[in-house]
């Protein structure tokens, strides 16, 4: 009977990539050495491509046209709502309102697209403070003697970190993270023709383990979800009353949003890593610019989408009532100003 031949033991394994990798000519320990060096940094390049691989996520491909439309972007002189603004701009949309925060960053982002080419009649600041329903309002009110439609309001802006409470007393996250939206929406539809809303929310709303909009969190986190399941929510609430409204993951994007927060170390060490692996803004805006500029009919409103498509959401979204109850807490927070 012939025998079965033995694997190939480990020794020998090593003996063959070590030959076929020619560190072989290399005298010892000097070749193991080379040789472990090279295993580690080859590994190392597929974990790096396959998780660039994992967040790259889908692209639009449409090239359907912004032409004639007034389009609402908050946040927009930086990251996500920078890139979408650039491709509003390129799709030829007819204005674009950069409703940001401060006027330095809003008007060197301005500049800075003109100089590439974009028609500066075309864009416009109008500055808005979501942490301040004040200044919501003044904003809506100026935007009111300018457009009598606005066919995309992009509520982009947000933060990730911010204590305390606003001069509403309100939680400050909460407050810019949805309820600075919140007013901004109702007051806007409430007295223009606003005709479709993208909220740009986040992954962790799905993990949000509290709902209820009254109770005081002491953790940044906690409250930060509850605030994207709110805005999640809240579309859900618009899309019932007929309103083309939605809500998407941008995926994990390499911005700006880690800035003040412990995590921002991560950002300052691994800077090349993070920007290789991560979505770009660019990248990041593919889902919400289909929301913005997609056919209504090819979208189904109030979902939550993800990587261009449907994507599973809280159980909250499944319970009307659990819905109708948050857009009453929202509108009981912010009443003085509806």
């Known amino acids: ?34 040789f472990w060096i090279f295993s580690l940094a080859a590994s190392a390049c597929f974990i790096l491509l396959t998780m660039r691989y994992f967040f790259k996520g889908a692209r639009w491909t449409s090239k359907r046209s912004a032409r004639g439309k007034t389009i609402i972007v908050t946040g927009a002189n930086s990251g996500i709502g920078r890139a979408l603004t650039e491709e509003f701009l390129m799709r030829g949309a007819d204005h674009i309102v950069l409703a940001c925060r401060s006027q330095e960053r809003a008007g060197k982002a301005r500049q800075e697209m003109i100089e590439s080419g974009a028609d500066e009649s075309c864009i416009s600041i109008e500055l808005v403070d979501l942490m301040s329903f004040k200044s919501v309002i003044a904003f809506v009110d100026r935007v009111m003697t300018k457009y009598r439609t606005i066919d995309v309001l992009v509520c982009n802006a947000g933060v990730l970190q911010a204590d305390g409470l606003s001069e509403n007393g309100v939680e ?98 691994l800077e090349p890593v993070l920007s290789f692996i991560m979505k770009n803004p660019l990248e990041g805006a593919q889902t919400p610019l289909m929301l913005s500029l997609a056919a209504a009919e090819h979208l189904q409103p109030g979902y939550y989408y993800s990587d261009c498509a449907i994507d599973a959401t809280h159980p909250l979204l499944k319970d009307n009532e659990k819905i109708e109850e948050l857009h009453r807490q929202s509108i009981e927070l912010a009443k003085e100003f509806l």
Request: aromatic share 12%; charged share 20%.
């Open 172 to 269: 400050k996250l909460l407050q810019a993270n949805y309820l600075g939206h919140f007013v901004m929406v109702e007051s806007l539809r409430a007295r223009l023709d606003l005709k479709r809303v993208v909220f740009v929310s986040s992954l962790v709303h799905k993990y949000a383990k509290q709902e209820d909009l009254t109770k005081r969190l002491d953790n940044n986190m906690l409250q930060y979800s509850r605030a994207k399941l709110a805005e999640v929510s809240y579309a859900r609430h618009l899309a019932n009353e007929g309103m083309q409204a939605y809500s998407c993951n941008p995926g994990v994007v390499h911005t700006n949003i880690l800035a003040g927060t412990w995590m921002e170390i991560f950002d300052r060490y």
């Open 1 to 34: 009977q012939r025998k079965m031949s033995n694997p190939p033991c480990s020794t020998d394994f090593y003996r063959a990539l070590t030959e076929l990798f020619s560190f072989s000519f290399l005298p010892p320990p000097l070749d193991k050495i080379m």
